[in-house]
C-alpha cells in the first residue's frame, strides 16, 4: 500500500461546480497536511496547509480526519484557471528522517 | 524576485555523461530538499541538507551527490548518466526540516532528458 494514494483523476467538471478531492494516508503518527497545486510543466505550489480543525481560504476548503487517515479538498465555484493537478501533502517520519511524502495527484480539468 | 531558482531549466545529455544541477534559495531558510518527479509524475524526495547538514538521504544510487556549499545553495551532482534518469528534477527549501513540518517552496524545475 502506498504511503499517500489519491484518485488520479481527471475529474471533469463544468465552471462552477463544486468539486471534492480525497487523499488517504497510511501512517497514523503523520504529522502535517499539505495541499499542493501543479499545473502542467510548472512547479508544485503550495495551494494550503490542512489543520486539524479544518481552514479555508476563498473557495477552497481543506479538512483532516485523523481516525479515518484522510485529508480532503473542497472547491467551490470552480474557475477555469483552477485547472491543475492537485497534490496531497503529508509530514511524517521518524526521528530525524521526517519528509514530505506526495500523493501521486488528482487531475482537475474544469470546462466552460 | 526569485524565492528559489534552479539552472539549467533545461539538460539533454547522453549516457555515460557526468552533469551537474545548481539551486539557489533567498528566503533563509535553513534547510533545503532535492526531489524526482518520473514520467508519471510522482514527486519523492531524494535528498535534505540543513545548515550544510545531510539529514534525509533516500534510497538513491550513489551517482547522485548531492553538496551544500552554505545554506543557501544545493547543488545535484550526477555522475554517469543512465536512461532512466530521465525526470524533472526540483529542489525546495523550507524554514527548518528537521522533525519539524514547515511549508516547503520549489524551484522551477530542471527537466533532464537522457538520450
Known amino acids: 500500500r502506498k504511503e499517500v494514494e489519491q484518485d488520479p483523476g481527471p475529474f471533469n467538471v463544468p465552471e462552477g461546480a463544486t468539486v471534492a478531492f480525497n487523499c488517504t494516508y497510511s501512517?497514523?503518527?503523520?504529522?502535517?497536511f499539505f495541499w499542493y497545486r501543479q499545473d502542467c510543466r510548472k512547479e508544485p505550489k503550495l495551494l494550503m496547509s490542512?489543520?486539524?480543525s479544518g481552514n479555508e481560504d476563498g473557495r477552497f476548503t481543506a479538512q483532516l480526519n485523523r481516525a479515518s487517515q484522510y485529508i480532503s479538498l473542497l472547491i467551490r465555484d470552480s474557475k477555469l484557471s483552477d485547472s491543475a493537478t492537485y497534490l496531497c501533502?503529508?509530514?511524517?517520519?521518524?526521528?530525524?528522517?521526517?519528509?514530505?511524502?506526495f500523493g501521486s495527484g488528482t487531475r482537475l480539468l474544469v470546462r466552460p | 524576485d526569485t524565492a528559489v531558482s534552479q539552472t539549467p531549466k533545461y539538460l539533454v545529455t547522453q549516457m555515460g555523461n557526468d552533469k551537474s544541477i545548481k539551486c539557489e534559495q533567498n528566503?533563509?531558510?535553513?534547510?533545503m530538499y532535492w526531489y524526482k518527479q518520473d514520467s508519471k509524475k510522482f514527486l519523492k524526495i531524494m535528498f535534505s541538507?540543513?545548515?550544510?547538514?545531510?539529514?534525509i538521504n533516500e534510497t538513491v544510487p550513489n551517482r547522485f551527490s548531492p553538496k551544500s556549499p552554505d545554506k543557501a545553495h544545493l547543488n545535484l551532482h550526477i555522475n554517469s548518466l543512465e536512461l532512466g534518469d530521465s525526470a524533472v528534477y526540483f529542489c525546495?527549501?523550507?524554514?527548518?526540516?528537521?522533525?519539524?513540518?514547515?511549508?516547503?517552496?520549489f524551484g522551477p524545475g530542471t527537466r533532464l532528458t537522457v538520450t
Open positions: 525546495a527549501s523550507s524554514q527548518d526540516g528537521r522533525g519539524v513540518s514547515y511549508e516547503q517552496y
Open positions: 501512517n497514523s503518527a503523520s504529522q502535517s
Open positions: 490542512v489543520y486539524s
Open positions: 501533502a503529508v509530514f511524517s517520519g521518524l526521528d530525524s528522517s521526517y519528509k514530505l511524502i
Open positions: 528566503l533563509g531558510h535553513d534547510t
Open positions: 541538507y540543513n545548515n550544510k547538514e545531510l539529514i
